[in-house]
Structure formats: C-alpha cells, structure tokens
C-alpha cells in the first residue's frame, strides 16, 4: 500500500510538471504571436522611387520569350504609376508583325501578356517615326523626376505631395523626348514640370 501511494505520488508530480510545461509553451506561443503581431510592417515603397523595381521591370521587360533576343522597340510613351495601383504601362511594336502594336502592364512583379492595340490602325512606315529603343530608356530615371516632383510640390505647399505619375515622352513634332510629372495642385494654382532626359528641368511653370 505504501509504494502504491508513493507510485500515485510521483504520477501526479509527472502529471502536474507535465501541465505546467504545456502552460509554459502555451504563454510563450502566445507571447510569440503577439510579439510577431506587433512587430513594425516595413513601408510600401513608392514604385515611381524603387529603384530594384524599377530595374528589374526593364531587364525583364528585354528577356521576355514574346521578343526572342530582338530589341524591344517601344512605341510612344510609357507610364508609370503608383498610388492604389502601382504599374507600368507602355506600347512596344510587335517582333513578329511590325504592323502591329501591343500594349503590356507590369504589376505585382511581372509583365502581362502582350494584347494588340486594336485602336492603332498604322503600318510599320508609320509606326517608326514613334519609335524609341528601350535600350535607350532607363527606368530607374523616373526616381530623380519623382524626387525632383516631391521637392517642387513641397515649395508650393501642393495640397498632395507624394509622387504618383510619372511619364517618358516622345513628342516627334518637336523630335524630343523628356519626362513629364503629374500637375501639382496647390490652393489657387497648378504648376507643370518637365525634365530633359540629362534630368535638368525643361519647364516648370504655373499654368
């Protein structure tokens, strides 16, 4: 009977260090979880101020298997945009009927799948004249247009002072390419900016 209760004894010290180790775990789980829950969430980067962003969007835009190793002819603009929906969007001329145009969006790190303009109605003959190598475009440049945005927009005391659009510019007529920046609202007034492809301000005005 005596070793019956010293059995029953160290049976229910087993069971009660058993439950207090189960306790411990459990508090220091839920300590883990809250300490995880608070900790600081990294700020979303501007993407018109991403520079990894930025680069990697180019240099996946020239590997895509749609251009096989060819050049990448961009036609026209190129917008870029953060805000609600970061994305770039552009228009290249298709490597495999130079007649036609396609329209692409990067977002959420990769490039759609090439759809045909079908509101651009040119041949290649007419196409050209709006052509720009993306080789001679360099995305992480829209960083010194926003930056440049960001600086002016504070001078004026601009009722939104984050940088949301920027856009490279080809104007044929003038035969210039340039970044332009959205219109920066202040009490009373709009002001308009643009940059030279060197980065030096082309015109910053009140409109």
């Known amino acids: 009977m005596f070793n019956k209760i010293i059995y029953i004894s160290i049976l229910s010290i087993g069971l009660s260090a058993c439950d207090a180790f ?28 991403d520079r ?21 002819q961009v036609f026209g603009n ?35 799948s090439p759809m045909v303009d079908e509101e651009e109605e040119l041949n290649a003959a007419q196409i050209a004249p709006h052509l720009t190598p993306l080789s001679d475009i360099h995305f992480e440049d829209t960083i010194h247009a926003a930056q440049l945005w960001r600086t002016k927009a504070a001078e004026v005391n601009a009722v939104w002072q984050e940088p949301y659009h920027v856009a490279f510019i080809w104007m044929p007529k ?14 009373g007034a709009q002001y308009y900016l643009s940059l030279n492809l060197d980065g030096s301000i082309w015109e910053w005005k009140k409109l």
């Open 174 to 187: 003038l035969k210039k390419r340039f970044w332009h920046t959205a219109e920066i609202d202040a009490v």
């Open 52 to 72: 990894d962003t930025l680069i990697a969007a180019q240099t996946h835009l020239q590997a895509l298997p749609h251009f096989a190793g060819k050049p990448v």
């Open 22 to 49: 189960q306790a411990n775990a459990t508090v220091e789980t839920a300590s883990e979880t809250a300490a995880a829950s608070s900790a600081p969430v990294a700020p979303k980067k501007n993407l018109l101020e």
């Open 78 to 112: 190129i917008d870029f945009y953060d805000g609600v929906q970061p994305r770039i969007e552009l228009s290249v001329q298709s490597p495999i009927n130079p007649d036609d145009i396609w329209l692409l969006k990067y977002e959420h790190g990769k490039w759609s």
